[in-house]
């Protein structure tokens, strides 16, 4: 094959002594990530590391490779709904390749400054720490594309997420060592530092290439439930001018750009539980926690905002995409069974806990993960240690009943 030829033609100029030596992190992470590793458990090995090693397939680029491919379906409708919702607000007649070629070429600025901003500092790292490039990045700068509007400007993503890759996981040691997931850091960076931008207060429908009016302000259904809109709760969602249950669900509603259609989160959700990349518990106690306390809230209905139906709550704002692809992140969230589903519960209360009672932080669902985050390891000692307890007085009653 000529790419393995050429590969392994300069690979001496980036091993120890070669022209290239202080690249070689940079050169590791190319070739590894075009072909399979072939470094192998040597049969001399040094004492330490002597024992049982597992060998799988599935390493963990390839498991970043099952997140991005189940991030697709989020994605491409993202795009089509990019151009969807710019035709439908500036009564432009475009059909569907027009309106999907208009969002694929206002999504890419976003994907490559994600990407670019966020590769260079993860290759920087490697090399100043003379360690392998992780592949981590992969997903996680896709997920910041998906989790912001498309009206974002390019210098404040920029910005974003150089915070997130470097004070949200390189100053803890890189990918594997973070306790805060990097694309929240991002989006909380963003919805922080330019609140204007990210609260649905700003331009949430991107504008024609050719257009030099002002732009139209198209609010989501959180921002149409938050602030001084609350009071037209009932008017709006009654409306049949406004977002329907359905159109929810489908995704054709302005927001970000991944989290708009549960469908399309649905599918990704579906892949990576098929392949074991991501927790059912978390999922599936997410869910729970959203919904008893949507109905508490029912039950309450001391305003209109609680007097909404629970299952809205699963379909507005980043709920799903959270459920699915940022609450399941295998490092920040909690590692035991029972403390998937302590986790996984208070974040979906969480969530509507602080949609309903904070209008000023509509998208609780952001906020209740990264608290979570912070939790997920007390969580797992107090599992653990419950266990041991539960042990140790098995073991007192046996002895006793020995004696």
């Known amino acids: 094959m000529k790419l393995r030829d050429f590969i392994d033609k300069?690979?001496?100029?980036?091993?120890?002594?070669?022209?290239?030596?202080?690249?070689?992190?940079?050169?590791?992470?190319?070739?590894?990530?075009?072909?399979?590793p072939n470094t192998v458990t040597g049969g001399k090995v040094a004492p330490s590391y002597r024992g049982?090693?597992?060998?799988?397939?599935?390493?963990?680029?390839?498991?970043?490779?099952?997140?991005?491919?189940?991030?697709?379906?989020?994605?491409?409708?993202?795009?089509?709904?990019?151009?969807?919702?710019?035709?439908?607000?500036?009564?432009?007649?475009?059909?569907?390749?027009?309106?999907?070629?208009?969002?694929?070429?206002?999504?890419?600025?976003?994907i490559v400054v994600s990407y670019v901003v966020g590769l260079?500092?993860?290759?920087?790292?490697?090399?100043?720490?003379?360690?392998?490039?992780?592949?981590?990045?992969?997903?996680?700068?896709?997920?910041?594309?998906?989790?912001?509007?498309?009206?974002?400007?390019?210098?404040?993503?920029?910005?974003?997420?150089?915070?997130?890759?470097?004070?949200?996981?390189?100053?803890?040691g890189g990918s594997g060592y973070n306790f805060?997931?990097?694309?929240?850091?991002?989006?909380?960076?963003?919805?922080?530092?330019?609140?204007?931008?990210?609260?649905?207060?700003?331009?949430?429908?991107?504008?024609?290439?050719?257009?030099?009016?002002?732009?139209?302000?198209?609010?989501?259904?959180l921002a149409l439930l938050s602030g001084n809109s609350l009071s037209s709760f009932s008017s709006s969602f009654s409306s049949s001018s406004s977002f329907s249950l359905l159109d929810m669900f489908i995704g054709t509603i302005p927001g970000s750009i991944g989290e708009t259609s549960v469908i399309?989160?649905?599918?990704?959700?579906?892949?990576?539980?098929?392949?074991?990349?991501?927790?059912?518990?978390?999922?599936?106690?997410?869910?729970?926690?959203?919904?008893?306390?949507?109905l508490l809230f029912n039950a309450i209905?001391?305003?209109?905002?609680?007097?909404?139906?629970?299952?809205?709550?699963?379909?507005m704002g980043g709920f799903a995409f959270g459920c699915v692809f940022m609450a399941t992140d295998p490092v920040t969230a909690a590692q035991t069974n029972t403390g998937k589903w302590i986790y996984g519960f208070l974040i979906g209360a969480f969530a509507v806990l602080l949609r309903v009672l904070n209008p000023a932080y509509p998208e609780g669902m952001m906020l209740a993960i990264l608290l979570m985050n912070c939790f997920a390891p007390l969580i797992d000692h107090c599992v653990v240690a419950s266990n041991r307890n539960r042990r140790k007085k098995r073991w007192a009653t046996a002895e006793r009943r020995i004696a």
């Not at 850091?185 to 991107?206: C, N």
């Not at 599918?267 to 306390?293: H, K, N, P, Q, Y």
């Open 301 to 315: 209905g001391a305003n209109e905002y609680m007097q909404l139906p629970f299952y809205y709550h699963y379909l």
């Open 120 to 172: 260079f500092i993860e290759f920087l790292f490697a090399e100043i720490r003379h360690e392998q490039v992780s592949e981590g990045f992969i997903g996680t700068g896709i997920i910041i594309s998906l989790i912001v509007p498309v009206t974002v400007p390019l210098w404040q993503l920029a910005i974003a997420v150089a915070f997130a890759v470097i004070i949200g996981k390189e100053v803890f």
């Open 10 to 36: 300069i690979k001496p100029d980036f091993s120890k002594g070669g022209r290239f030596e202080k690249l070689s992190s940079t050169f590791e992470a190319f070739e590894s990530f075009a072909f399979t």
């Open 52 to 110: 049982s090693h597992i060998r799988d397939a599935v390493d963990l680029k390839r498991t970043i490779i099952t997140v991005v491919i189940a991030l697709l379906p989020a994605l491409l409708f993202g795009m089509w709904n990019i151009g969807h919702q710019t035709a439908s607000f500036y009564n432009l007649d475009w059909g569907f390749w027009h309106q999907f070629w208009f969002g694929f070429l206002r999504m890419l600025p976003i």
């Open 264 to 294: 399309a989160i649905l599918l990704g959700a579906l892949i990576l539980l098929f392949t074991g990349v991501a927790s059912w518990r978390i999922m599936l106690s997410v869910v729970i926690g959203g919904g008893l306390m949507g």
């Open 180 to 221: 805060l997931n990097p694309a929240l850091v991002a989006r909380a960076f963003l919805f922080f530092s330019y609140p204007s931008h990210m609260s649905g207060d700003s331009v949430w429908i991107a504008q024609p290439f050719h257009f030099t009016g002002d732009a139209i302000s198209g609010a989501t259904p």
